[in-house]
């Protein structure tokens, strides 16, 4: 069964730092993998999704990669800003079909100005 | 373009009363599905549809039940609601190529 762990938990940073998600996963053979970011109340906003024969994606500030033989990827947020604060999501595609989900708990990321 | 959309976003249930969830997509997507959030969790999932007239299992689907009779819409029924139950719903499409899961609003339900 695929277990997804996102570390750290929380993240509390000043402005302008460049930070680094990590999400591990266990089984290797995924579908792809997506990042997310979910405002408090609000749903979930895709990032950025990288495919199982992708090895990284960027969106502006953003940046994934994904390493599926060691089971792991990274988001990057450069020059981080106080609206960025946010859980930020990743999930990786069940490789059996139709695009099933396993999350993992998220990262909480607090940017202090 | 709305998108995925919840209907209702907020929601209080006594324990024993049922309700129904429902979800509508205008992106012509073939894949939808029910997620739960919990705190401290991250979402898991409760059913799903492939398409028109299917549902499957996921896992947790125990205490609700789904139904799929148009392309666009998915609903989510619970019976007999329990405080267990109490969770953020999260609705959320796809189509069947490569590409990434839409997300409605959620709604939160509190079962007292």
């Known amino acids: 069964k695929q277990e997804v762990t996102q570390i750290p938990a929380a993240l509390s940073v000043p402005e302008g730092e460049n930070l680094v998600l990590n999400c591990s996963f266990t089984?290797?053979?995924?579908?792809?993998l997506q990042w997310f970011r979910q405002d408090p109340g609000k749903g979930l906003t895709s990032l950025l999704l990288?495919?199982?024969?992708?090895r990284e994606q960027t969106s502006g500030r953003l940046n994934a990669s994904l390493d599926k033989s060691s089971g792991r990827s990274t988001l990057y947020i450069a020059a981080s800003q106080p609206g960025d604060s946010a859980t930020y999501l990743c999930?990786?595609?069940?490789?059996?079909?139709?695009?099933?989900?396993?999350f993992g708990a998220g990262t909480r990321l607090a940017v202090h100005p | 373009n709305a998108g995925v959309t919840q209907t209702p976003k907020f929601r209080v249930l006594k324990t024993g009363q049922s309700m129904t969830l429902l979800c509508a997509q205008d992106?012509?997507?073939?894949?939808m599905y029910w997620y739960r959030q919990d705190p401290g969790m991250g979402l898991r999932l409760i059913h799903y549809?492939?398409?028109?007239?299917?549902?499957a299992k996921g896992e947790v689907p125990d205490g609700y039940n789904v139904s799929r009779l148009k392309k666009q819409n998915f609903l989510l029924g619970l019976e007999s609601a329990a405080p267990s139950q109490t969770s953020v719903y999260f609705c959320a499409s796809t189509p069947p190529s490569r590409q990434g899961a839409f997300f409605g609003q959620g709604t939160r339900l509190t079962v007292v």
């Open positions: 089984d290797s053979a995924i579908y792809n």
């Open positions: 999930a990786t595609g069940d490789s059996g079909g139709y695009n099933k989900l396993i």
């Open positions: 549809s492939v398409g028109e007239g299917t549902t």
């Open positions: 990288i495919q199982s024969s992708q």
């Open positions: 992106m012509n997507h073939e894949y």
